[in-house]
């Protein structure tokens, strides 16, 4: 039987261009793992979207004079095209401010409020004394109580990953300055998160393969949970949806409580474009569906935490299984951060200059999986130059140049030797190794295992040097061709989730006329006489992962190189 497996990137926030960072999180693990899902036969929903509300958005809006949806809808559409140049297979990736957002939001509010775990309760909300305005958490700033950390956020601590309330920083400010914080009395619901405490513990401790990082934030979370705001006064979100309260222009639903329920909401989404309404329920309320969440660390309690806890008390829903959760990709020892003034490569940036499947390779083999790493421009350029070009590029060019000149397609081979032999059983052995590796979001251990593999197959062609025997015996270097296609055929199929767009044309070069890598396009959905763009396709899940079947007599096309070795570059002064 089929797995049926959903993928849940994390949702960007549309308050700007997303930078290659914000990828080694969220972005290309999620896309390795649909893709590798989808070639082993899977059945897959990847959903997510941009995450659009809270006054972080207001606050950027006001400061560039435009409305808050005008903001939202330029940076959605900015971000949209990255991730379809990137090549991200989203089933849907849509949007909070749609109306069929609103309406699961507001579902699940008053399931929870119905339950009895959203209670009212006075709390002191920040404002800026001088405008009176309320003041985002994010923008207030002071001394972590928890670690100390002197820069902690007004929500959370990016030093021990604490989710916080601005009142309980030391010597807040508003962030950039040393502009004065004031605090005063205000309504809200808050979630009762003390009531799931036991259950959380008992299902986090449960997961021993999850990666340490996140068993050891979120179980130091849970040892001391308190009720969290679930409304805020806001005039930027979802309306709450009870009598007193859904007029009320200043007040809307917390943004971390309707980011979370995005995921559910876009997979009904989904269901209702495909005409299929309840085909949501396949992934949601099926035991058997596999659930994985990627994301960067400092969403990791939003994840283990927070989301299970709504989902536990709605009931009825499937938790996550997985929670792939990256370190921090770092620039010359600094966070890539557009929100701290630190340095940034925008994605759309990179992409002018560089071809997606070497951004794409370079987050999976050198990125944060499971440590802080820094993005230097030698690194990628090396990585680019001696493994893509020199390792896994050469070892395609000279078999496909050497079979397509001499033969004009994949040769007949004669009796195998046996390390003929032995070289086709370790490559197609290796399918095994690296969708164990996959399934286990270890992304590097299967990285390397196939640069590995390749490596040898190069060494293979280099004792036999069937250029060199073909003059002599034309037999031998046919058989010699014969098996390096073969196994260059199984490194392309293990190679296909990490690089879709060299792979789709290196699997055109062997001959094949359909499709291993499909591409995501932006297409129109009309809700409500209204309509949003999103970014969606048409995935196969067919069984590929499996031992090449390319049969000799197969035509081969003229083949061109799959990768472009990259000059030094030249960082320009900040």
């Not at 006001?62 to 971000?79: C, H, Q, S, T, Y």
């Not at 940036?349 to 790493?373: K, S, V, W």
């Not at 031998?476 to 293990?494: E, F, I, P, Q, S």
Request: overall charge negative; aromatic content about 10%; proline content about 7%.
């Amino acid at each position: 039987m089929p797995r049926t497996v959903f993928v849940a990137p994390a949702w960007p926030y549309a308050n700007g261009p997303r930078h290659i960072g914000h990828l080694a999180g969220f972005a290309v693990p999620a896309d390795v793992l649909a893709r590798f899902e989808r070639l082993r036969g899977s059945r897959v929903l990847m959903a997510s979207g941009t995450d659009e509300h809270g006054t972080p958005i207001t606050y950027e809006a006001d400061k560039k004079g435009v409305a808050p949806r005008e903001f939202v809808d330029e940076n959605n559409a900015i971000i949209v095209e990255d991730l379809r140049r990137l090549g991200m297979t989203y089933d849907i990736f849509t949007r909070t401010t749609t109306a069929n957002h609103y309406r699961v939001t507001q579902d699940m509010f008053l399931k929870l409020y119905e339950k009895g775990y959203l209670v009212k309760k006075t709390q002191m909300g920040a404002i800026d004394p001088t405008s009176g305005r309320t003041l985002p958490d994010r923008y207030i700033e002071g001394k972590c109580p928890i670690c100390g950390f002197p820069d902690a956020r007004g929500d959370q601590c990016d030093n021990c990953g604490n989710q916080l309330d601005p009142i309980d920083l030391i010597n807040p400010h508003q962030r950039g300055s040393d502009a004065p914080v004031e605090f005063r009395e205000t309504e809200h619901f808050f979630f009762d998160l003390p009531a799931f405490g036991e259950q959380l513990k008992g299902w986090i401790e449960q997961h021993d393969s999850w990666r340490p990082n996140v068993r050891k934030y979120s179980l130091e979370f849970v040892r001391n949970l308190k009720p969290r705001a679930i409304t805020r006064d806001l005039d930027w979100g979802v309306p709450v949806p009870l009598p007193g309260w859904e007029d009320n222009p200043h007040k809307k639903i917390y943004v971390w409580f309707d980011a979370v329920i995005g995921y559910l909401s876009a997979s009904i989404e989904w269901a209702q474009q495909r005409g299929e309404p309840d085909a949501w329920k396949d992934w949601w309320q099926n035991p058997d569906s596999w659930h994985y969440y990627v994301m960067g660390k400092d969403n990791i309690t939003f994840h283990t935490v927070l989301w299970p806890a709504i989902l536990m008390g709605v009931g009825e829903l499937e938790l996550p299984d997985e929670i792939v959760a990256s370190e921090y990709l770092n620039m010359s020892g600094r966070k890539l951060s557009t929100s701290r003034g630190g340095q940034i490569i925008f994605v759309r940036d990179f992409l002018d200059r560089f071809d997606a499947d070497a951004l794409r390779y370079y987050l999976m083999i050198a990125g944060p999986e499971n440590q802080d790493t820094d993005f230097t421009w030698d690194e990628f350029v090396r990585r680019n130059n001696d493994e893509l070009v020199a390792t896994w590029g050469n070892l395609v060019h000279r078999t496909l140049v050497n079979a397509h000149r001499n033969f004009g397609a994949v040769p007949k081979p004669q009796s195998l030797t046996p390390a003929d032999r032995g070289l086709i059983e370790e490559i197609e052995s290796g399918l095994d190794h690296v969708a164990a590796n996959l399934e286990q979001a270890r992304f590097q251990n299967a990285l390397k295992l196939v640069m590995g593999m390749a490596a040898k197959v190069n060494v293979y062609l280099g004792t036999e040097q069937p250029w060199h025997a073909i003059k002599t015996d034309r037999e031998r270097a046919g058989t010699v061709l014969y098996v390096a296609l073969r196994c260059v055929d199984n490194l392309k199929t293990m190679l296909s989730a990490f690089l879709p767009f060299s792979s789709q044309r290196l699997h055109t070069m062997l001959g094949y006329q359909d499709v291993i890598a499909p591409q995501p396009d932006v297409r129109e959905y009309a809700e409500d006489g209204t309509s949003h763009k999103v970014l969606t396709g048409t995935y196969s899940s067919d069984n590929r992962w499996r031992p090449s079947e390319l049969e000799p007599g197969r035509p081969l096309p003229v083949p061109e190189a799959l990768f472009k070795r990259l000059d030094d570059v030249v960082e320009e002064p900040a």
